[in-house]
Every structure is written in structure tokens, then in C-alpha cells.
């Protein structure tokens, strides 16, 4: 008789993969006397020790409990499996879905989505990550997430991108800049001024591909990796910068006012659209969001952005 449950299995593995009770009770937003519990009576049904107690340094699995660790992540998996298949035989799309996000655009695109998606499909369980470009292809392959939001950005061959909409780049400068007020302006105008570089992985070789196109360097003033910082360093007069995601608001954080100017000549633009690891369409779950997304998110209908 089966002793066990699957929420046991899924707290246990929180902890295994965590390495604490207290990281595992945040990753699944229950109480660690609950986690605690659901191990301790683990490891009675199982009669053998899941986990050795270190004080200073959490918990590390044993053995035993690595080669169980794997085995609860298949059940749980199947459980996941069996679960899509009572949607497909019922046509009701229910279930987890795991969902990634870049995270320069992740704060305006993915509740939106996120909202009317889960509105039309209550029975879905879905988590969010915002996540950088190198953080979507390693979560992908791990399996951490279903499907992710992001770039056309040095995507690997064993993930599969569906593009939904090209967003052009553009220059940002701040009120008084020697470039405010122009229609467009090329990469060779912006040389020899202060850049202000939004030094993401991936992201940042885009932008700088522009001027080794050319030839040419640019002047990196100031680098951040938060795209609410960068807009305020260049709303106050640090430099220029480069994006692709042009908010509704053209005001940095601290309501000074932007500008975005298009960039003529040969710049690619970026394309926006889904990552997934091969095969994961199989699921009704991620077929339901990937048709969502489709839908809405067009040239048309862009959540949070302009072109």
C-alpha cells in the first residue's frame, strides 16, 4: 500500500536540490516545519536516512537519498504526464507550466500574458522566472522551465525558437543631448560619445555588433545589467544607449524624459518569440501558452511596448 505522497516527493526534492529546508520552503512557498515533516516521514516509510543533518552547511543528500532524489523527480515527472493526459482526453488544458522570461522585458510582457492566459485556463498552475539569456538555455535543459519568452539571441541548436514579433533598436538619450530631436541616427553618429551599455550576457554582443560592423569601438561610459538603471543613467546625462524594448512611458524611474531614436542602416532588429527544448509541444499545457502568446503577442498587440 502506498504510503507516500506526491507533494512528499515534490518537498523532498525542493530540498535535495536546494541543499536547506528554509531554501526549499520559499521555493515552494510552504512552511519548513511542513517540508520537515514530509521528510522526516519519507525517510521512516522508506527506512533509510534521505539526508545527512550538517548545521553550518544545511543538508546533503546520502547515497541512498541522491539515487531517490532521482527517482522523485521521474514519478513526479510522469505524475506531470498523466496529469496533461487527463487534459487532453477531456480537452481541458490543466496542470504546472513553468514559464521563463527575459528579464529586461519580463516586469511589462509576461503579467500580461500571464494573466489573460491563466484567466482562460484556471486549472493551470503556472510559475514565473525572470531570467537572462544564458539563465533561459541552462533552466530549458535542466527542465526548471516549460518554455521561455526571450531573444533570437545565440540561440543553441538543440532549443527551438517560434519568433512572434521583430522589435527594432533604437538609441536612447536624455533631454539635451547633442543627438535629441533627430528621426533616426546611424551607428556612426553615436561614435566617440559616452555609451551607456546594458552589459547582459548575450545582449551586450548584440549591441556591440553593431560597431564592429563597422569596424569601429564604442566609448562605454558606464555599464549596468538592470535596464531601469541604464535608462536613468541616460535620462540624467551619462551618455546614450541602445535598446530594443521601448516601453509605453518614454520617462526613466525618476520621471525624467526620454527619447528613443530608430537606428538606420544595417542593424538587425530583434526578433521576440518562444524558446522551448525539442518535444516539449507535446504537452497540451505548453501548446495551450504557445497559441496564447501567438495570439497575444503581435506588432498589433505588444503587452506593455511600442515599435
Do not use: W
Not at 85 to 112: E, H, K, M, N, Y
Not at 171 to 198: F, K, Q, T, Y
Amino acid at each position: 500500500m502506498l504510503r507516500f505522497t506526491l507533494r512528499q516527493l515534490e518537498y523532498f526534492v525542493a530540498v535535495g536540490e536546494t541543499g536547506s529546508i528554509a531554501a526549499a520552503s520559499e521555493k515552494v512557498n510552504v512552511s519548513s516545519p511542513s517540508i520537515s515533516a514530509a521528510i522526516s516521514q519519507l525517510e521512516q516509510q522508506f527506512g533509510l536516512p534521505l539526508f545527512v543533518r550538517q548545521h553550518a552547511q544545511g543538508l546533503s543528500l546520502t547515497s541512498a537519498g541522491r539515487r531517490m532524489l532521482d527517482q522523485a523527480r521521474t514519478v513526479l515527472a510522469e505524475a506531470d504526464r498523466l496529469m496533461d493526459l487527463s487534459g487532453d482526453l477531456s480537452g481541458q488544458v490543466r496542470g504546472p507550466l513553468a514559464i521563463g522570461c527575459l528579464l529586461t522585458f519580463a516586469q511589462v510582457v509576461l503579467p500580461t500574458v500571464r494573466r489573460s492566459f491563466q484567466d482562460a485556463h484556471p486549472e493551470v498552475r503556472v510559475q514565473q522566472f525572470e531570467l537572462n539569456q544564458a539563465e533561459i538555455f541552462s533552466f530549458l535543459r535542466r527542465a526548471e522551465i516549460d518554455v521561455a519568452l526571450t531573444y533570437d539571441l545565440d540561440l543553441p541548436a538543440d532549443l527551438s525558437f517560434e519568433p512572434l514579433v521583430e522589435l527594432p533598436p533604437y538609441a536612447l538619450v536624455g533631454p539635451g543631448h547633442e543627438l535629441a530631436g533627430r528621426d533616426a541616427v546611424s551607428i556612426e553618429d553615436l561614435l566617440g560619445l559616452p555609451m551607456v551599455l546594458l552589459d547582459l550576457p548575450f545582449s551586450s554582443e548584440y549591441f556591440l555588433s553593431f560597431f564592429t560592423g563597422i569596424g569601429a569601438k564604442p566609448v562605454i561610459a558606464e555599464r549596468t545589467r538592470d535596464m531601469a538603471v541604464m535608462r536613468g543613467l541616460v535620462a540624467n546625462g551619462f551618455g546614450y544607449s541602445l535598446a530594443n524594448v521601448r516601453f509605453l512611458s518614454d520617462l526613466s524611474p525618476d520621471g525624467k524624459a526620454l527619447e528613443f531614436i530608430p537606428l538606420r542602416g544595417d542593424v538587425r532588429p530583434m526578433r521576440l518569440g518562444l524558446l522551448t527544448c525539442a518535444g516539449a509541444d507535446r504537452a497540451s499545457v505548453v501548446r495551450a501558452f504557445v497559441a496564447h502568446c501567438k495570439t497575444h503577442i503581435t506588432a498589433g498587440s505588444l503587452p506593455g511596448l511600442q515599435l
